[in-house]
């Protein structure tokens, strides 16, 4: 059975796996979704990992995940056992029209109105913001987050794809440390790219961006203690396929030299590659719950992000 962790300074227990849902209700048809959905939670899972932006670059997708993950937790009735997890505040896609300011308060509350009626929920467990933009300080963001938690819309909140500096700052003016001694809610959680994979494509500069944990991310994830939920933890398949997939993401020296320890150990160990890959992602020294949509549930989506 998946173990539960704390997320600290909160109520939530998960799961040290959670479901990426992203096809839920678009590649994958209500009758599959029922059976992931299942064999997750006889496991012992209970996150479900979605976003306002899923699966919009699929005719007639957008929303189909969370409405999706909604009907199923309704189906089954099991909202009080399951944390929902969700994001918003995404930056434009050509698939996906943003204004310009994707992360002023007007545009972040109507994603999270949004996502409220797509999931048929009254609250959402844990809102990510999608993306950062730089324009918008974070003061103005922690307050229209703090607001949306005391509406009841949200009960905590955390960053993805954001830089340290940002969420350093985020997170001392909500202590208090830069605003005379008023204490809000700060971020609880981060959700980044990680894996046991070295990515090919190189550190992003500018924002918005999806971004993958470097050393020097790690080494403030210990620090601080914040948990990450990590997408894309399994590298595309890379491992679980002996490096026949994910191979223009992932297929690089440092890679295929993983890839070869990782096949080596989980000879040894009587295990798959796939679960050493994942266990790495779960044995950092911060709280580390891998987001996973692969074949280990017999699942059909490609891809967990």
Known sequence: MLKKLLIPGTSLRVAELA??????GSRCDPARVGELYDVYREAGGNVLDT??????????????????VGHILKARGDRRQVVVITKGGHSAEPFYPRPNKYLSPEVVRRDIQESL????????????????????????????????????WIRYFGESNWLRHRVEAANRYAAGLSNAGQVNMGFVASQPEFSLAEPNAAEATADPATRFLRPADVAWQTQTGIPAFCYTAAAQGYFATGGQKGTKAYDNAVSRGRLA???ELAARAGTTTGQVALAY????????IPIVATRMWGTCARRSR
Do not use: C
Not at 19 to 24: H, N, P, S
Not at 124 to 146: A, G, K, S, T
Not at 283 to 288: E, I, L, N
């Open 19 to 24: 479901m990426g849902t992203v096809y839920w």
């Open 51 to 68: 976003a306002h932006i899923y699966a919009a670059w699929k005719e007639e997708g957008l929303g189909a995940s969370e409405r999706a």
């Open 117 to 152: 009626e797509r999931l048929a929920v009254d609250t959402i467990d844990l809102y990510f913001l999608h993306r950062d933009d730089p324009r918008v300080p974070v003061e103005e963001i922690i307050d229209m987050m703090n607001e949306a938690v005391a509406e009841g």
């Open 261 to 263: 320890r990782a096949q």
């Open 281 to 288: 992602v779960r044995g950092q020294d911060f709280p580390a």
